[in-house]
């Protein structure tokens, strides 16, 4: 596993036929795709500027009116963008239906052994352990269990082995398949240190690997389904799953688990629409060629300091990038059913991670010029970046606007056309509402999210709360990246898998900036400054960032919006398609009172249906 370098590229590996030939993608139609959303959303972005920007020109634009249009012209483009590639999604599914790709439908054992890995650090060893209970049993189930080997990955401190070592030995007691356990005394480059670690040393015995999350759940179907797939497709080095959010109990979480159901279809088709074979990569519930992988995802040590320099944090998306820079194809799929994953519970958990992967895409940002990678990739990296900058540069737009309120001159309290207002709302709402159509039309998962009424009254509640809540996100990014920006690393922390509540004195320290902003944007409005009106949901949101975080932080809430048959999602229902969902919300029930239970979390009901 070759360390690769960015300042020049290895000459291209032979592939017979070409990736895009194999997926059975055309390049000129991909091309013409990624084009029209390109020219498209700024397009779209040019026509709102310019609407925006004619009441200006009447006394003349200056240097505060010239920043506001172009940023403006940045986050119109964004929001575009999105719709777009969701509308393309929606004419996508609305012509195939959904499930899986014709060439990942059939499924059948592959020939060659692959191997499962799950790399933790100070997890919770009986849910990571009962996961992984669960997977080998669901192996067994299609008489897979000598093609796959699982190995749990540890980069957890010393005093997490004795258990994470009595719970493996308990696991291998009881697995159909062999299970592997291995703690790094020393955590070089944290979780793509420990997998190169692995490739090197065992990587050679294996045609392929299924990456996954500690919170990550595969049914013995869909891991077959995937390896299969890849012996099909020799020229295939990658395919990232769109994995499912199971086990929700938070409000914030079942809110999310709830979105991801109704809304997830058709953002997820769209941009598979135009990723073709230059998709990217999540991290988790993947599989990879291990060969491909070996070969071309060596990762350097960046120069300089973090949390710019040093080790490459967000790996996966430079990892796709690298694979497809020595032709390998990189796809991505929603499978019909056996990828899951968990959300963070709180909204406080949720910008601990974020904070992390902030660091990792804005680093991504001295890669764009790397040697010999796809311009799609290049967009990929650049796109990851501009998700956080988007924070930024719309607390930007509020605060020129604010103070040109103040001057008497606010660009957005200028009249552009009637037309802009609902068109932007279009833009933003569109998805929503598309979603909804799409929803018309799949009955078993309108069903599964409680029927038209109970799913049309979650969606009044759901985009309320998604607009108190963008504000709070707002500034959880704008002040990650003033935080990078000064110097300060991410580090790494242990991620909190389940919570339940949080206390006033909390939510004030969590959410004090949030306030401040807030009560900035209010003073705006009580002195009747040009235009700050439109600022009134954002300071609404942010002033009351404490209660909405520690309302949404509550399992009992999320609870009583499922009895109300609220917020309900396909999982929740008994005898849903995947057992292993079903056993693992089962387990998670023991956490309470784990080590008298242990032995029971490990024989975890039903196995998979084949």
Excluded at 500 to 514: P, V
């Amino acid at each position: 596993m070759p360390e690769q370098r960015f300042d020049r590229a290895r000459s291209l590996i032979e592939l017979d036929p070409a990736p895009a030939d194999q997926m059975g993608l055309d390049a000129n139609r991909l091309l013409a795709r990624r084009l029209s959303l390109i020219f498209g959303s700024f397009l779209l972005g040019l026509l709102a500027t310019i609407e925006i920007g004619r009441p200006l020109a009447h006394d003349g634009i200056d240097l505060l009116d010239a920043a506001f249009l172009l940023i403006f012209l940045g986050l119109f483009a964004w929001i575009a963008f999105g719709f777009l590639s969701a509308a393309a999604g929606f004419l996508v599914l609305m012509g195939n239906g959904p499930g899986a790709p014709r060439w990942l439908r059939h499924a059948r054992l592959p020939k060659k052994r692959t191997a499962v890995l799950m790399p933790i650090y100070n997890e919770d060893v009986y849910a990571v352990f009962g996961r992984l209970a669960a997977m080998t049993r669901s192996t067994a189930a299609i008489q897979g269990q000598q093609l796959f080997d699982f190995f749990v990955l540890s980069d957890s401190d010393a005093d997490a082995e004795v258990r994470e070592v009595s719970a493996y030995r308990r696991l291998r007691a009881t697995s159909p398949a062999r299970v592997y356990y291995r703690r790094r005394p020393i955590n070089v480059a944290r979780k793509p240190g420990n997998i190169a670690e692995w490739v090197r040393r065992f990587g050679g015995a294996y045609e392929n690997m299924i990456v996954l999350d500690a919170d990550s759940l595969m049914s013995g179907a869909a891991m077959a389904r995937l390896a299969a797939a890849m012996e099909e497709r020799p020229g295939v080095g990658l395919i990232q799953t769109i994995p499912t959010i199971i086990n929700g109990r938070t409000l914030f979480a079942r809110w999310q688990q709830f979105a991801a159901n109704a809304y997830g279809a058709i953002s997820s088709a769209g941009l598979q629409w135009w990723s073709g074979s230059e998709a990217t990569f999540w991290g988790h519930n993947a599989i990879i060629r291990v060969r491909a992988f070996a070969e071309s995802c060596g990762l350097p040590v960046l120069t300089g300091k973090e949390p710019f320099g040093g080790h490459i944090m967000s790996h996966d998306m430079v990892e796709a990038a690298l694979l497809r820079r020595r032709g390998w194809a990189v796809r991505m799929v929603s499978l019909p059913g056996g990828s899951y994953e968990e959300f963070p519970p709180t909204l406080a958990d949720h910008a601990v991670r974020d904070r992390r992967w902030c660091q990792g895409n804005l680093q991504h940002l001295r890669l764009l010029d790397a040697a010999g990678l796809h311009w799609v990739s290049r967009l990929q990296l650049l796109m990851g970046a501009s998700s956080y900058l988007a924070s930024l540069l719309w607390l930007l737009l509020l605060a020129i606007g604010m103070i040109a309120g103040w001057r008497g001159s606010d660009p957005a309290a200028a009249a552009p056309a009637a037309w802009l207002l609902p068109f932007t709302a279009m833009l933003l709402v569109g998805p929503r509402l598309l979603s909804l159509v799409w929803l018309g039309v799949d009955h078993d998962l309108r069903a599964g999210l409680g029927g038209a009424r109970r799913l049309l009254a979650t969606v009044a509640i759901e985009i309320p709360l998604s607009m108190i809540v963008a504000p709070i996100t707002m500034i959880n990014q704008t002040t990650a990246i003033i935080d990078i920006m000064r110097g300060k690393p991410a580090g790494w922390a242990t991620q909190r898998r389940a919570a339940d509540g949080l206390s006033i004195g909390d939510a004030l320290m969590l959410h004090r900036w949030h306030m401040i902003v807030g009560a900035l944007f209010a003073l705006a409005i009580v002195a009747g400054a040009d235009g700050a009106w439109w600022t009134l949901p954002v300071a609404f949101g942010l002033l009351a960032s404490p209660a909405t975080a520690m309302l949404t932080s509550r399992c009992d809430a999320g609870d009583w919006l499922r009895r109300n048959g609220l917020f309900l999602n396909p999982q929740d229902a008994p005898g849903s398609d995947d057992a292993a969902v079903q056993d693992h919300g089962a387990q998670r029930s023991l956490l309470c009172d784990p080590w008298p239970r242990l032995f029971a979390s490990l024989r975890l009901g039903p196995m998979l249906n084949p």
